[in-house]
């Protein structure tokens, strides 16, 4: 095996500068250098904010902080050759725009393709979509409900079509809940040098054992988080990718430089403190045993499945209502009434890949939770009643 970024990266993309401003080399002084408004912004309230002034483009003291929070985590790969650091960190607006950027970095417009593994997050095949890039599938195994990465599967597909560039793995998966073994994703790193394997980790502190620390011994290896779900900050949209210091090196030359707001990064260093990091350890502890009381109180219900379709090692499950293999009808009529009648939304996910007459159901607050319930069994069983 012999990884080349260089052959992976689209050419005009690789040789990228990362964009410099005179701050970089001067943040003191006088600043007349990037056009910003000297006064102050316009509301009273926030004259002393520095709110006129553009942010940090290079975020080195979060990147950092976080670096080294997965280092600490990292009980399981002993023997890599260095920790993380901050140069293997790229920041984006939520994960969203990671996704979006790697797939710019490495897929040549209406030429070449990624793969993903249904069922799974959308927005891989919206980001190639949007850059015109085609999307190959090889499901995940549904047949045991244990939604792994059909792993010789991916890598025969891979090897057959070098036009595949990236491999989206999503790891605890969405809708599935289920984290996608590392030995698996290893095997699928170690017999591919064409393209990238980018594991999508926006759920991994429910359940542990992130792969970021891999990307110093896999050079094609990105691994994608978010402090939208754990953290509990969706509203700040700050997404993590963590690459080799190369590939990270590629994706900040590429972003643009100050997508990273002010107030976004005081938030997320705040998040990083050890006392918050602790508390949002706490609620992923909380959020287990919610989540099970949700799976027994719900799995026990008449036209509801025994055991939850997929994993746990999320903050959601995933549930089967109907007979046989599942009913999407009851599943919808499920889903709407209890958004309009019981004011509690969830989601539909009867279309997706395995999940015939599925309901995909965020775990909430314990109050929220008791609500659920309570409407849950109430409509369903109106709805199977005649
Ligand atoms: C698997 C997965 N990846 C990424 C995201 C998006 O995360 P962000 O809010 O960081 O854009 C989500 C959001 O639901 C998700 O489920």
């Not at 030429?111 to 919206?126: A, F, G, H, N």
């Not at 110093?216 to 949209?237: D, E, W």
Request: proline share 6%.
């Amino acid at each position: 095996m012999t990884f080349d970024l260089a052959k992976i990266i689209r050419p005009k993309i690789y040789n990228l500068e990362p964009y410099r401003c005179a701050r970089d080399d001067f943040k003191d002084g006088i600043l007349l250098d990037a056009n910003e408004n000297p006064y102050g912004p316009t509301q009273p309230g926030l004259k002393e904010s520095g709110l006129n002034r553009y942010p940090d483009p290079h975020q080195i003291e979060f990147k950092t902080a976080m670096a080294e929070f997965r280092n600490g985590e990292n009980h399981d790969y002993k023997g890599l050759p260095h920790p993380l650091a901050a140069e293997n960190l790229c920041l984006g607006v939520g994960s969203d725009e990671s996704i979006d950027a790697i797939i710019r970095a490495c897929c040549v417009p209406a030429k070449e393709k990624i793969l993903v593994l249904p069922p799974t997050y959308s927005m891989y095949s919206v980001c190639a979509h949007v850059n015109d890039i085609e999307v190959v599938e090889c499901p995940l195994i549904t047949d045991d409900n244990s939604f792994q990465a059909n792993t010789d599967e991916v890598i025969r597909t891979v090897q057959r079509d070098p036009s595949i560039k990236l491999v989206f793995i999503t790891s605890p998966g969405n809708p599935t809940g289920a984290k996608v073994e590392t030995s698996r994703i290893e095997k699928i790193l170690q017999n591919w040098d064409r393209g990238m394997v980018v594991v999508d980790e926006a759920y991994i502190d429910f359940c542990g054992g992130s792969t970021a620390p891999l990307v110093t011994k896999y050079p094609n290896l990105c691994v994608l988080q978010t402090l939208s779900k754990s953290f509990g900050l969706a509203g700040i949209r700050l997404g993590i990718t963590f690459a080799s210091k190369e590939m990270a090196r590629v994706l900040n030359s590429m972003k643009a430089p100050y997508n990273i707001s002010s107030l976004t990064s005081e938030y997320a260093l705040n998040a990083i403190r050890p006392d918050n990091l602790k508390i949002m350890k706490q609620r992923a502890n909380e959020n287990e045993m919610e989540q099970n009381r949700l799976v027994k109180e719900l799995t026990s219900l008449p036209n509801v499945h025994k055991e939850p379709v997929g994993g746990l090692d999320t903050n959601f499950i995933l549930l089967k209502v109907g007979s046989g293999d599942g009913d999407n009808d009851l599943a919808k009529k499920l889903y709407y009434k209890l958004a309009t009648e019981s004011g509690v939304v969830v989601r539909y996910r009867g279309s997706e890949l395995g999940c015939t007459g599925c309901l995909r159901i965020t775990v909430g607050t314990k109050e929220e939770n008791d609500t659920l319930v309570k409407e849950f069994a109430k409509l369903l069983s109106q709805l199977t009643s005649n």
